[in-house]
């Protein structure tokens, strides 16, 4: 092989080790940033890890709205259709947040079985539903009783 191409070779070897070598530290470093979406059928099924952040995402379930008469602690069910979950959220609640409608929340599932969320987005026009939400109920009864979201 000639000392030129031998030294290209070298190079360009070198190059993508570095470079897969960084990408895989990017990742690691972006893993604890890093939120997965769950339906509530996931949790009802045990898949859900405790005390790590997650999302999770369905529609506000009518009449499973409670808020506290002290605080600004709310309580409330979402539902993909299959099974309910249980949030807490002591926060001021979206402008748009309604019951029957699509909300994905971030939070840590508790060893109580209810996700102590830290933010709550809702719907924000009458033709969005976050994506995850839509997917996850797609094949189920819908928001609102729409017959497909």
């Known amino acids: 092989?000639?000392?030129?191409?031998?030294?290209?070779?070298?190079?360009?070897?070198?190059?993508?080790?570095?470079?897969?070598?960084?990408?895989?530290?990017?990742?690691?470093?972006?893993?604890?940033?890093?939120?997965?979406?769950?339906?509530?059928?996931?949790?009802?099924?045990?898949?859900?890890?405790?005390?790590?952040?997650?999302?999770?995402?369905?529609?506000?379930?009518?009449?499973?709205?409670?808020?506290?008469?002290?605080?600004?602690?709310?309580?409330?069910?979402?539902?993909?259709?299959?099974?309910?979950?249980?949030?807490?959220f002591d926060k001021i609640l979206p402008d748009l947040f309604a019951e029957g409608e699509a909300a994905v929340v971030t939070g840590k599932l508790q060893k109580d079985g209810y996700v102590r969320a830290d933010q709550v987005l809702a719907k924000h026009d009458e033709s969005y539903t976050p994506p995850e939400v839509a997917e996850t109920m797609q094949n189920q009864a819908s928001c609102s009783g729409d017959a497909k979201i």
């Open 1 to 88: 092989m000639h000392p030129a191409r031998k030294q290209r070779l070298i190079l360009v070897i070198l190059l993508v080790v570095l470079s897969s070598a960084a990408a895989g530290f990017v990742t690691y470093a972006m893993r604890s940033n890093m939120d997965y979406f769950y339906a509530p059928s996931a949790f009802v099924a045990g898949e859900v890890p405790f005390e790590k952040r997650i999302r999770a995402g369905g529609c506000v379930v009518p009449g499973s709205v409670v808020r506290d008469k002290d605080s600004l602690d709310v309580r409330f069910a979402l539902t993909d259709g299959n099974a309910e979950l249980e949030v807490v």
